[in-house]
DNA sequence: CGCATGGTTTGATCCTAGTCGAAGCATCTT
DNA sequence: AAGATGCTTCGACTAGGATCAAACCATGCG
């Protein structure tokens, strides 16, 4: 008989298929009602708020009321991690799966991780600033290196904003499809606003998937990729 | 209806107590037997069984027969990364939970994790590296720094029997009691090694949790920290 | 007001999955 | 061989929980 966190408690609210599509539903960052979040589980308005009161309690999904619709979101960035680091082991540890399709693929190239930029490019990217001293692996972990401030002034991000809230400006968030880090935290999320603001790319509406336009891309990848 | 990794599958088999028993018992790496591992679970042998059936076909768990012994293991690290996420948030947005107490203090400073150290003094231990240029993070994740060689040629690290396996020598892996990173890899896996075969630390028997000596606290402190 | 819409509660149904006793294999010991 | 030990399979029992229909609140609109 072992003490410590309990796992089981949160592993179980995970494990129910229908509040397991739910919480996928929200891995984009997004509020969602909760008849939308029944839809998208595939089960009655009862059985989804039934769901949902059990998600709350269990500390995974914060919830605020705006009229008459109830509005649901993950209860932070570490829910948001886990629920990648569960995608994580699925993918590799699960039985033979039928190889990503295309769509699959568009999800591995650049996607929506809570409310910051995942995928490919974004790995891509973190790399790129590491190794051009825009960020740095300092004591508290990921961390603005010299050659920062004066690069996100230029590529149009105000770091003046950014931190004052309780969330930590540069988070690292390993990434469930190439398995190594992006950049998470308010830095990260204020970067993938930057790249919807300048119509470079737009958010596909069934899936985290984000699609690049061509000159999006190029525009995307003279500014953060070296 | 969604896609993607089949998250629930994965998280059932978290979610049931017993399982999740055997999981944490099994989170410092080493390999149990099926009955040691009912007796973790408190569980009778014929549930524990028909579980450790369910985690094998589930890919979190692999076996090795020796002769009528049956030893159970974590499939691999990205096993362990998860569960520790999953603690991470259990232990944040669990409900009302007692205070950690001392047993749990012990688990903070430091413990095993998979195969390689973790807590306050693993995490410290890797920002100094960081910052001598014993390690740097690299295009692929943490790499060997310039300074590396020579320190843990110093500290009595073999650096090159490390490589030739498959798992990578250097990766970041993330503190579920600090929630930063600290050196997992092989590299980690050494340095731990290194720590018990020296007599610095004894590994407690009931927990994961390491215990230094006095004097090996203060050996390890000049060798690793700085 | 009265009505429609969004959401929760209640109650009943059903079924999955955890549990263990007993029997069955397999392997090691003597 | 015969026995002991470790583990798995089978069968039966049970409980928890997922589900929905119907009734019940609450809010917004005309």
């Not at 991690?81 to 569960?86: D, N, R």
């Not at 993918?91 to 996607?111: F, I, L, Q, V």
């Amino acid at each position: 008989m072992r003490e410590g966190p309990d796992i089981a408690r949160i592993a179980s609210l995970v494990g129910d298929p229908a509040r397991a599509n739910m919480l996928s539903a929200l891995m984009d960052g997004g509020a969602l009602t909760a008849s939308e979040l029944a839809l998208e589980a595939g089960v009655g308005l009862p059985t989804a708020s039934s769901h949902l009161a059990k998600l709350g309690d269990g500390g995974l999904l914060s919830q605020s009321s705006q009229g008459r619709h109830r509005y649901f979101r993950l209860a932070g960035p570490q829910v948001a991690a886990m629920l990648e680091a569960i995608m994580g082991v699925a993918e590799t540890a699960g039985p033979k799966r039928a190889r990503p399709g295309p769509r699959d693929a568009s999800m591995r190239e650049a996607r929506v991780c809570y409310d910051h930029l995942a995928g490919e490019h974004a790995v891509a990217m973190l790399d790129g600033f590491f190794t051009r001293g825009i960020l740095d692996q300092g004591k508290d972990g990921v961390v603005m290196g010299k050659a920062g401030p004066s690069f996100f002034a230029a590529a149009g991000i105000d770091l003046s904003t950014l931190p004052g809230k309780r969330r930590p400006v540069c988070r690292a968030c390993l990434d469930w499809s190439v398995r190594r880090s992006h950049l998470a935290g308010s830095l990260g999320a204020a970067i993938l606003d930057r790249i919807l603001e300048q119509k470079w790319a737009r958010r596909d509406a069934q899936s985290r998937a984000i699609r690049f336009t061509p000159p999006g891309r190029r525009a995307f990848e003279r500014t953060f990729l070296a």
